[in-house]
């Protein structure tokens, strides 16, 4: 089974792309038909490695080189073949015959390469690794090895020779150490060029650019030692008695040129190999293989054979003749029903893809992006996308908070679109009722809305709230920095009628439209877990206008004055599409994440292009962040006026983050010296019980477990 080793060693293009471990992803699987069909947008997402980066991989060189060669060490076959060797004329390279074969008769020295001639195993040991930004889109991966051909690799004529007075064959062997001469190694170097595929979407495809190293010195092309192949590491011997013409310096020249060519080849061979099984998309279960218009592609085996049951199959392109690009990052369908309770599944797309820029500084990758509600839901109205001016790849290493490994963003593109295609599959229509709320009934509203008490005959009975999202949400990313947030979410236009239990039969008490601005943060936790968090909810629901109340008798001015209170059931259905997620360990590397912030602000505003989290590489076996934390003890709670309320917490000097049950938390904040910890929400201006959940974090950032707080009044 071929181990598609390249891909761990580019293991940051995964960046956005392997499933991270969060709540937020459950509900995700293949795309059926195996491919993402709908709009891609350039630079959607985008992973640098910086210099520091390439410097933690180079410091633990032994990782990398486990990857592609376990305990250091890798065979390459060499496969029989034909080369011309200057004036020799044609010569077979690696005349084995048949396994221990020893004889022309099993095949071995029969000037011919047959399927039975075996592949002389050529070992290859790696005595240092390193990987290397090369621009302007390539990386280069230098080692310095100790190669051995095993014994003698067998080379003949395919017929009787001039030198043999046409009698015989040119029989000859020859065995290559790196080690027999000083230095005792060799340096060699592989560029991989980075390329975009015009034919499948523009998706990121790999090849290689270059192979030094493995000339024979003081031929034409040849760097000086170590980085080639000395003379004196080679011993060429006569394998018959008319080949003793071997002393002569110009032939002995022709054979090593003629036999590097052909190892030369092996290793690239070797190297594209392993490049295909990081870069060549895999058939679907089904063994089908994705269109792009009029361009098709078809399922083979992998070794060219007849696909079947014990064999890795690939898609490879009718036309081209070259296979179709792997999605390096994320292509699923979403089910967002399972996520935020409603709305139709959600296809999106996060590929390597558009753009590369490499130079001495590190490699930035940028990502095709884009998502499709599968249904547009009835609870809508069809909106068409938008056409987005492209972006340019962010400037990471400007905009850094200080030295940084990796770098990870999204465009502010991509998030309005995912918000536009949720909108469009009903995701955001939201009805909550006493099954989901166990809170919501009348007893809540009752001393607000008098009349309400009339018509249930002073009965406490049981009330449903519906969200209707007239347009779909967008998004805009600020700093992140100094109170700022990073993502204000804009909600324009929604509606929300809401029901009461009358008669046995839910009658509409009134419907309000608003606006909503919702500030978010990325709160940094532990190591590499990012989680969503909420600004103050002062001032974010505005411009509410009651459209039909006419069973109630309150004015339109007391109706309204309940909307920002009744929307917050909504929020733990919206929490569900905000969870927080942990970066996975790439190979074996982990993160520990620096900061979350905007990247690329656009001139003459406060607003950003891209959301941009950087953070550090480290060993998988260092530990990174972890302390044990108590729960955060209160010592009072209790509930003020006006959707307030004050916690008296024995702990000042640690920082304390809350919300209502299954909502989304708040920023991290610390209390006041003498431990008082104010709170504010819209939903603690109604009767009847108030619970928040509590938790509290070292200056690690580790989060203790959660803990409920009943607050009296």
Request: with cysteine; hydrophobic share 40%.
């Amino acid at each position: 089974m071929r181990r598609p080793a390249l891909v761990t060693v580019l293991f940051f293009l995964y960046a956005c792309g392997q499933t991270p471990s969060c709540g937020g992803c459950a509900g995700m699987g293949p795309i059926p038909g195996g491919a993402y069909t709908g709009t891609r947008t350039d630079t959607a997402a985008a992973a640098r490695l910086s210099k520091t980066g390439f410097d933690v991989l180079n410091a633990n060189a032994s990782v990398l080189v486990d990857l592609i060669a376990p305990g250091g060490n890798m065979v390459v076959p060499l496969k029989c073949d034909r080369q011309a060797a200057s004036i020799l004329g044609d010569l077979m390279i690696a005349d084995e015959g048949t396994l221990g074969c020893t004889s022309e008769s099993c095949g071995q020295l029969d000037g011919r390469c047959e399927p039975r001639d075996v592949p002389k195993q050529i070992s290859i040991h790696f005595n240092t690794f390193s990987l290397h930004p090369k621009g302007p889109n390539q990386l280069e991966a230098r080692a310095n090895i100790t190669l051995t051909t095993n014994g003698k690799i067998m080379i003949s004529s395919p017929s009787n020779h001039l030198l043999c007075l046409f009698g015989d064959q040119i029989k000859l062997s020859v065995d290559l150490n790196t080690a027999r001469a000083q230095p005792p190694s060799l340096q060699i170097a592989a560029g991989i060029r980075f390329t975009v595929d015009t034919r499948w979407w523009r998706l990121l495809s790999m090849e290689v650019a270059s192979l030094d190293g493995t000339k024979a010195c003081g031929t034409s092309g040849a760097a000086p030692l170590p980085a080639c192949i000395d003379g004196d590491d080679l011993i060429i011997a006569a394998e018959n008695g008319c080949s003793n013409w071997i002393s002569d310096v110009a032939n002995v020249g022709a054979i090593k040129d003629a036999l590097l060519t052909q190892l030369t080849g092996s290793l690239q061979d070797q190297i594209e190999e392993a490049l295909q099984g990081a870069n060549c998309r895999a058939c679907d279960g089904m063994g089908m293989c994705p269109t792009n218009g009029a361009v098709t592609s078809v399922c083979r085996a992998s070794d060219a054979g007849t696909p079947d049951g014990g064999n890795e199959t690939e898609c490879w392109d009718n036309g081209g003749m070259r296979c179709v690009p792997a999605v390096l990052g994320l292509e699923n369908r979403i089910d967002i029903a399972q996520v935020l309770g409603a709305g139709s599944p959600l296809d999106v797309s996060i590929a390597a893809g558009g753009s590369v820029e490499s130079s001495d500084a590190g490699i930035s990758i940028g990502f095709l992006g884009g998502a499709r509600a599968v249904q547009t839901a009835a609870c809508v109205k069809p909106v068409t996308e938008p056409t987005l001016p492209a972006l340019p790849l962010p400037d990471f290493d400007t905009e850094a908070p200080g030295p940084y490994d990796v770098g990870l963003s999204l465009s502010n593109q991509m998030m309005r679109r995912l918000l536009l295609h949720a909108q469009q599959s009903g995701a955001l229509c939201i009805e909550i009722g006493t099954e989901s709320v166990t809170l919501l009934d009348s007893s809540l509203v009752g001393t607000l809305l008098p009349s309400l008490n009339k018509l249930t005959g002073g009965k406490t009975v049981p009330m449903r709230v519906v969200v209707r999202p007239n347009n779909p949400p967008t998004a805009d990313f600020g700093s992140g920095k100094n109170g700022e947030p990073l993502i204000t979410l804009d909600w324009n236009d929604a509606q929300v009628d809401v029901y009461a239990l009358l008669d046995d039969r839910y009658a509409r008490l009134f419907s309000v439209t608003f606006d909503a601005h919702i500030p978010l943060s990325l709160a940094i936790e532990g190591c590499s877990t990012v989680t969503p968090v909420i600004g103050s909810l002062t001032g974010t629901i505005v411009d509410v206008h009651a459209i039909d109340s006419d069973i109630l008798a309150e004015p339109l001015s007391a109706v309204e004055a309940l909307v920002p209170s009744l929307i917050t059931f909504a929020e733990p259905a919206l929490a569900g599409g905000l969870t927080g997620f942990t970066l996975p360990e790439f190979g074996d590397f982990q993160v520990k994440l620096l900061s979350a912030q905007g990247v690329g602000q656009i001139s003459g505003t406060r607003a950003y292009n891209h959301l941009g989290v950087f953070a550090q590489l480290l060993p998988a076996t260092q530990p990174c962040m972890a302390m044990m934390m108590k729960v955060a003890e209160v010592r009072e709670a209790t509930l003020g006026k006006n959707g307030g309320a004050r916690l008296d917490v024995t702990s000042r000097d640690q920082e304390y983050s809350w919300r209502m049950p299954g909502g989304v938390w708040s920023e991290w904040v610390k209390p006041s010296p003498i431990g008082k910890l104010d709170i504010v929400h819209p939903r603690l201006s109604l009767d009847g019980r108030q619970v928040i959940e509590l938790r509290t974090r070292d200056a690690l950032h580790s989060p203790s477990p959660v803990t409920t707080v009943e607050l009296t009044r």
